[in-house]
């Protein structure tokens, strides 16, 4: 347990990079918080009972599960503006928490100094190394929901309470589907309490909804889910998942069969990864490769990941870091850390403005690949690397 001191000196440090960050946000937010305003949208949409997938046309869709507006309907009341306020200060909170957790469960590496100072120490450093990347200041500038749920899906993965870490991921693929991959390491383990859990939170989201709003629930879990085309285009440069890499370079006529092929490969990759047990000797190194590999996975095989989906990358980071030579871990830091930093949409401005190019056009929308595909090369580099271990071991 920790002590008084270290417990206080964790609250008044959490608490100001809470405020600090709020306040930077709050008062200079670099882009229109187009999200919380879809989630705004369709909390008054639920209130007034009109329906909830079809606004009015030049408004974005709403997109997620009904039981995801039913969360979001506290926003009902408030103008957008307040909305936005509110999301940014959970989002800020939760990254805050999220550091502190990480950082004590060593998913995100420290310095050998005393406990509290520790605390003191790496909570804002990491806050504000985190919030600098491009997943982090987008989703709090949009006011997206992608912080709060990789926080509450972290919990999930790391805590030793296995049946309530599964309900809390279940409840959240009830707000958004993609966290359902990450049952993907407590299948690899048997770990069946963790998959109960999963099963349970998401079936207990799909029933309040159905209970709540049926006939949206109906539209929603028969129709409009396999319509992906809702989200926007799929060959979007900020669609870094491997679909979207599909989609910007392949034809149609293959198009289909490639993204199964490669997303099987993809989740067996993760799933010879993965560990299969939690061995309390080396539970650090086994977390962060639960945590980043299933994250992977999931950005991966999703139809679509959006830049500001890649909230997992400073996790995908320190594990590729540890499992990858030295030379190529330092490579691949240097080919990620502009997308990482400026986004795929903006670091294409930034290469097809003084070129004369449409940013949109297909002669700078590579940016959007860079993720994808150096999350695949990790993949398969860590793959070799465990097995020239093995081999090395063996002989």
Known sequence: ???????????????????????????????????????????????????????????????YPPFAALILSWMAPMTEHGAWLVMTALSCATVTLSCQRASRLGLLPTAPIGKARRVAFHLPCWAIALVILNPFWETIAKGQINIILMAVCLLGLTTDRRFWGGFA???????????LALGLPALRR???????????????????????????????????MWDTGRV??????????????????????VRSAL???????????????????????????????????????????SPVSWNHHWVWLPFIAVWAARVLPRRLSIVMTCLAAPVALAGPLYLARIIALPL????????????????????????????????SSAQSSYL
């Open 1 to 63: 347990m920790e002590s008084s001191s270290s417990l206080r000196t964790t609250a008044i440090s959490a608490g100001a990079v809470i405020i600090v960050l709020f306040c930077v946000f709050a008062l200079g937010s670099p882009v229109e918080p187009v999200d919380s305003n879809v989630y705004h949208e369709g909390a008054q949409a639920l209130i007034n009972g009109t329906p909830l997938y079809h606004f009015a046309p030049g408004h974005l869709l709403f997109t």
């Open 169 to 179: 991921i279940g409840l959240c693929g009830g707000c958004k589907l993609t966290p």
């Open 190 to 224: 048997h770990d069946w309490a963790h998959l109960a859990g999963m099963a349970t939170g998401f079936l207990a989201s799909i029933a309040i909804g159905w209970l709540l709003l049926p006939g949206t629930s109906q539209e929603y879990w028969t129709d409009l």
């Open 232 to 253: 926007g285009g799929l060959d979007y440069p900020a669609n870094a998942s491997v679909n979207g890499v599909l989609w910007r370079h392949c034809p149609t006529t």
């Open 259 to 301: 993204w199964v092929l490669l997303g099987l490969a993809v989740i067996v990759a993760g799933w010879l990864l993965l560990p299969r047990h939690l061995d309390e000797a080396r539970r650090s190194d086994d977390l962060v490769t639960t945590v980043a590999v299933s994250a992977t996975v999931m950005l991966l095989i």
């Open 356 to 387: 004369g190019y449409d940013p949109l056009s297909p002669a700078v929308a590579w940016t959007g690949d860079i993720l994808p595909v150096l999350a695949l090369v990790v993949l398969v580099g860590a793959l070799v690397t465990r097995r």
